[in-house]
């Protein structure tokens, strides 16, 4: 090709780059929603756990403590927290303590003889009414007396104050200057319920940056300081974290990269070109997945970059084979075959991923799998006319030379790799340590000090238990009401006896129809109240006639239509109840928190004898549903194995070589394994991914130096490849290893092991024994 036709050809692909880059940036949405990487549900109930697990109440807590120097400060700055919070549109609910009837709006004030249960037990007679009245000139002595006066004329019986009483927590700390803190006394206590899934770090961010401007805002005192805790709070730092580490580690590597490819290669061109399947293959795979999902999740990408780095080797064997004498297209013809092997082998062990079952997989399979191809395709069609048909030839390096005979000379007996294969297998078999990590939370690995602060501020506040929910389900939402109120005395038995310290659940809030109707139906016509209410007056100083309002309200009151969960839109009330009652697929779902359980087995028999209701235990139960995912995860891959071994087969059609190559990885899956076990790691679903990645890169060392096993020349070339290959692997593997993160360390320690026994089992097994003695 002319030197022009090299330019045109080179901006021509760099062009194609461009615009690859500017349809992923127009189309590419990134999610952060964690569920992704979850399994899919299979049935009704493992639906429920996940959504509860990435939705549910439990999962938007946030708890907030205001700590300072000053606890009236703290109560203060509480106070304006709580307003402000409720306006920002971040948070669906926000309580302190403080008795507020913010709850019930204006439309609703009538509703308040429905809703609550005086009505159950007593009757507006003159006896009830004026024991009420009677109360409230005790009141109307009292501090209070400011904050009752204005409320007296249209409710004498304090309903409101009842409703905002029982519709605080079941348990909750001490209250000082109204509002709630910790036994210390020296920290204000807040819990709020954030709009966004506690799994959505995005969500989680913004409701985060709303709490920290509310909170700067509203600080009366320097010296406070804002602590927050929770699902949703862990999310978002563990997010930052990874992504500050992700960015801290790829700049040194990436400099390293280039350190290394030009100690290799000594030509700044080469070092372009190599860049440039690597970069084909990366916006391709986007581009792939975005036209497919149309979001990509943030650990998609993480992981494809990372994945799809096996595409950098392939330009480097083209380099490294290159050599005087040889055209570059001619080179790449000849490399073909061992090169193509590879690809397809390594697509075909990530196509498991795409019936795995889990979006997040599918996601990383299509990535990867395009990827890997237009690097190929790129490095055998569009490199071999850019590159120098001279250049420095690796056969002529003395020190390979002398390298290769010196690892040729090492003894390689056949009973030493049974040998290692055997123990490995051993450790797996015999170890007392559980081989899988089932538990949810390896996906984000939390400090242990953050969690124990969790804990602690779970205990002051009576937070829910975020393991155990009893769920009631139903054909409606009055059966799951009735069921609900039905469990009630139940519940509160079991609280009585210590065997849990508070529940909650929608019933407390809005009470069924019938409920509702009975209540109605108690409330006396305006003349005979106005008769009762005259009759108490006669006995207390109040005027007469102060009570009209008391009088509408009640007449209003009777004919109202009784209300449903629907009718609760755009008031505070719609927040707390549609978090606990929920319609989906036709049917409805009530949830029922738990505070303090002690004795799950208790609870247990109540939901047994219950119609409709089930204790969830969601820690065991995702756990079971991420063994059952796996299991199926691991079938795909046996399947994908299968079909590896066939892919070599029919490139090398020879069982010996077959056997050659893939001796190495299969022994070196067995050392990662036996390594990591024995060092007492449980393997989580990252370790599954970099182990197929540690395969991959094996199965291409293992390729190439069989299909140099009898050139010494192309030895030396191949040694020249794969130790550049294998060393910027190990580089960035290695950066990983140190990463203070346990997913990005677990990731970076698998890998890199893998790479060293890929690279020494390699060179150890794959060459024929004839050529050894020789």
Not at 21 to 42: A, T
Not at 745 to 774: D, M, Q
Request: hydrophobic content about 50%; proline content about 6%.
């Amino acid at each position: 090709m002319t030197p022009a036709g090299k330019v045109l050809l080179f901006f021509a692909w760099a062009a194609v780059i461009a615009g690859l880059g500017w349809f992923v940036e127009r189309n590419l949405v990134v999610g952060s929603d964690l569920r992704l990487f979850m399994p899919s549900p299979r049935t009704a109930r493992e639906r429920l756990v996940l959504e509860e697990i990435g939705e549910g109440p439990a999962s938007r807590m946030l708890l907030i403590a205001i700590s300072g120097t000053d606890p009236r400060a703290a109560a203060e700055t509480s106070r304006a927290l709580v307003k402000a919070l409720r306006d920002s549109g971040e948070f669906r609910w926000v309580a302190n303590g403080e008795g507020s009837l913010e709850d019930i709006p204006e439309r609703l004030l009538a509703y308040r003889y429905l809703l609550s249960p005086t009505l159950d037990d007593a009757r507006f007679d003159t006896a009830f009414l004026s024991e009420q009245l009677h109360e409230r000139l005790r009141d109307m002595a009292s501090p209070a007396a400011g904050f009752l006066e204005p409320l007296l004329p249209r409710d004498p019986t304090l309903e409101l104050l009842k409703l905002a009483e029982s519709w605080q927590p079941a348990t909750q700390p001490q209250l000082l200057y109204d509002v709630w803190f910790d036994a210390a006394g020296t920290e204000a206590l807040l819990v709020a319920e954030s709009r966004a899934a506690g799994f959505e770090p995005n969500g989680q961010r913004a409701a985060a940056d709303a709490l920290r401007h509310a909170f700067e805002q509203a600080r009366t005192d320097a010296t406070l300081a804002l602590e927050t805790s929770g699902p949703g709070t862990f999310s978002v730092l563990m997010k930052e974290r990874t992504q500050a580490e992700a960015r801290r580690l790829g700049t040194v590597a990436t400099i390293g990269m280039v350190v290394l490819l030009l100690a290799a290669y000594r030509s700044v061109p080469i070092l372009v070109l190599g860049l440039m399947p690597l970069a084909s293959a990366g916006l391709a795979g986007l581009a792939a997945v975005s036209a497919t999902f149309g979001e990509v999740h943030g650990i998609t990408l993480a992981f494809g970059f990372t994945l799809i780095g096996v595409a950098q080797d392939y330009p480097m064997h083209l380099f490294s084979h290159q050599h005087a004498g040889l055209q570059p297209r001619d080179n790449v013809r000849a490399l073909w075959p061992t090169l193509a092997t590879g690809v397809a082998s390594t697509c075909v062990a990530y196509l498991a991923f795409l019936f795995s079952g889990v979006r997040g997989l599918a996601q990383l399979s299509v990535f990867t799998v395009a990827g890997l191809a237009v690097a190929s395709l790129t490095t055998r069609y569009l490199l071999p006319p850019l590159v120098p048909d001279r250049g420095r030839d690796a056969a002529e390096s003395a020190l390979l030379g002398r390298l290769w005979n010196r690892i040729a000379g090492l003894p390689r007996p056949v009973w030493l790799g049974l040998a290692i294969g055997a123990l490995c297998i051993a450790v797996l078999w015999l170890s007392p340590r559980p081989l899988w990590e089932n538990s949810l939370g390896g996906l984000t690995p939390v400090p242990r000090p953050l969690i124990e602060r969790d804990i602690a501020l779970r205990r002051e506040l009576g937070a829910p238990d975020i393991r155990y929910l009893l769920v009631i389900q139903g054909d409606d939402a009055q059966a799951v009401l009735a069921r609900e109120v039905a469990l009630d005395p139940q519940l509160a038995a079991l609280a009585a006896s210590g065997a849990l310290a508070g529940f909650d659940h929608a019933g407390r809030y809005l009470p069924t129809r019938e409920q509702q109707l009975r209540r109605q139906a108690a409330l006396p016509d305006r003349s005979a109240l106005q008769a009762s209410l005259d009759a108490a007056l006669r006995t207390t100083p109040f005027k007469a006639g102060v009570f009209a309002p008391f009088l509408d309200d009640v007449e209003q009151a009777r004919s109202l239509p009784t209300l449903g969960p629907e009718d609760l839109a755009g008031t505070p009330l719609e927040a707390r109840v549609g978090g606990l009652l929920l319609q989906r697929d036709g049917h409805w779902t009530g949830l029922v928190t738990i505070t303090g359980l002690r004795d799950p087995a208790a609870l247990e028999r109540v939901a047994a004898a219950t119609e409709g209701a089930t204790l969830l235990d969601l820690k065991q139960a995702s756990e079971d549903l991420v063994a059952h995912q796996r299991e199926r995860i691991l079938w795909c891959l046996a399947a994908s194995a299968v079909l590896l071994v066939v892919v070599v087969f029919v490139a090398l059609r020879d069982p010996a070589r077959v056997r050659r190559v893939l001796a190495p990885m299969a022994l070196t899956t067995l050392v990662v394994l036996g390594l990591l076990h024995g060092a007492g790691v449980s393997l989580n679903l990252f370790h599954l991914i970099a182990l197929v990645l540690a395969a991959g890169l094996g199965l291409d060392y293992a390729l190439f130096f069989e299909r140099a096993a009898d050139d010494p020349a192309e030895q030396r070339r191949t040694l020249h490849a794969v130790l550049v290959c294998s060393l910027s692997t190990l580089m960035v593997f290695a950066l990983l290893a140190l990463s203070s993160l346990p997913v990005l360390r677990s990731i970076g320690i698998t890998v890199a092991a893998g790479v060293v026994s890929n690279f020494v089992l390699a060179l150890l097994l794959t060459r024929p024994r004839e050529e050894r003695h020789s």
